[in-house]
């Protein structure tokens, strides 16, 4: 059997593997000059390959149509891509909240060993190759004739398998391009929006003054304040930015908030807001005891010199100013209402958020390809026989942490094995 695959990202290359040790011709096209480029950014350059959570809490880790994902999971494993990379020569590593990394911090040994292992099975690779349509035998039976590409060539396929990636990171290749074709042939795109994405608030001036600080450690809570509704909360790492927050906890907030009910409305009118807790360890009257003993040893200082030791250098003129307490005052003249509203900034220091970065700077997409339309056991397509879906092409995405990247390799041996 002939088959071909559009798309040389994780997904793309995770197809063609399976395509081709199921016995088959196997060609994959990619419009970039080279193979996997969204690979080589992932993990800030390092390729977060995959989570060590066991797989059946993979699921709860996917906001996006999670259940539908059930069958490529048991297809395919986090355990599964670990061999797969250790018998190409590449040994990983597992960090901190259960990233699996490789154990050269490179993401390009991650990608060497797809191309290695590509080449071992004779797939035909064709770079800066655009394909223009996909070919159908007639309206009619809606089977797959093969595609045609930019210089007018049609090469013929059984099977073709589409995995171009959604439209987060457009610079790697990701434009679209998988949502056009599968319209063209009848199936239904949901709406493409940006999920692990930055987010913007309203108190840029605040976040600007704070930009680059990283927070660990810290708990959040994002809250539909009209409703008194809890969104979504987390504990982990955070980081300011000019225009906001990210980091994370704030990334894997927005896959939540993206799917909100009549979340743009509530955005605009100021409802939704950030609750961060910089102490979690320590409850209200802990974290008083703490302060007056910070307080105690510096006594004779003014209050703008003595929270070195609680807060980070770019937030201590912020929390100071919000605290409304003068900064010229000396330590031991701060009331203990005075010290109450400290405590209570440190445990709650709010932000409302304004809106969500664009599509361009999110790190997947949230929306696709109708899971609907598509077999989840084979991945595919119910409306044209021998098309088949993988990767972010599909309305799935899941949080930060490999989820993603897991999604991709498991799709992608799902539509090129034959199961």
């Known amino acids: 059997m002939k088959v071909v695959i559009i798309g040389g990202g994780p997904a793309g290359m995770m197809a063609a593997i399976a395509a081709a040790e199921s016995g088959n011709k196997v060609i994959l096209i990619e419009k970039m000059n080279s193979l996997g480029r969204k690979l ?17 809490e993979f699921i709860k880790n996917i906001p996006g149509n999670g259940k539908f994902l059930y069958s490529s999971f048991q297809n395919f494993t986090n355990q599964d891509i670990i061999e797969l990379l250790k018998k190409q020569g590449l040994e990983t590593k597992v ?13 390009v040994d991650v990608l060497k060993c797809f191309t290695k292992k590509l080449k071992e099975l004779d797939v035909k690779i064709m770079l800066n ?13 809606k089977s797959i004739k093969g595609v045609k590409i930019e210089s007018g060539e ?16 457009p610079l790697t290749g990701s434009t679209g391009d998988g949502y056009k074709f599968a319209q063209e042939l009848g199936h239904t795109i949901t709406t493409i929006r940006p999920s692990l994405v930055p987010l913007e608030c309203f108190e840029k001036d605040i976040c600007k003054n704070m930009q680059g600080l990283s927070l660990k450690n810290v708990k959040i809570k994002i809250q539909d ?22 980091g994370p906890t704030i990334l894997s907030s927005s896959a939540h908030l993206v799917r909100y009910k009549n979340i743009e409305e509530l955005l605009k009118s100021k409802n939704i807001k950030l609750h961060i807790d910089l102490k979690p360890a320590l409850t209200e009257e802990k974290l008083d005891e703490r302060i ?10 003014q209050f703008k010199n003595s929270l070195d030791k ?25 009331t203990k209402q005075e010290r109450a509203k400290l405590v209570k900034l440190l445990k709650n220091f709010e932000l409302h958020i304004s809106r969500f970065r664009t599509i361009d700077e999110a ?18 397509s119910k409306i044209v026989k021998g098309l088949y879906f993988a990767g972010e092409v599909i309305d799935v995405d899941a949080y930060t942490g490999g989820f993603n990247l897991q999604i991709a390799y498991s799709t992608g041996y799902t539509a090129g094995k034959e199961i």
């Open 154 to 169: 049609e090469i013929l396929a059984d099977k073709v398998i589409i995995a171009t990636g959604g439209k987060s990171y």
């Open 363 to 380: 790190i997947v997409t949230s929306g696709g390809i109708n899971i609907k339309e598509i077999n989840p056991k084979t991945m595919e």
């Open 225 to 246: 304040e009209e409703k008194n509704k809890l969104i979504y909360e987390d504990f982990g790492e955070m980081l300011f930015t000019h225009f906001g927050v990210s």
């Open 95 to 107: 960090e901190r909240g259960n990233r699996v990394f490789p154990v050269t911090d490179k993401s």
């Open 129 to 141: 190759t655009q394909v223009k349509e996909i070919l159908v035998h007639d309206e009619e039976s």
């Open 40 to 56: 080589l950014i992932s993990g800030k350059g390092r390729c977060n390959i995959t989570s060590s959570l066991d797989m059946d």
């Open 292 to 301: 007056l003993r910070d307080f105690e040893k510096e006594k004779n200082k």
């Open 310 to 334: 609680l807060l980070p250098q770019k937030m201590i003129s912020i929390v100071i100013n919000l605290s409304e307490i003068n900064p010229e005052k000396k330590i031991n003249e701060i």
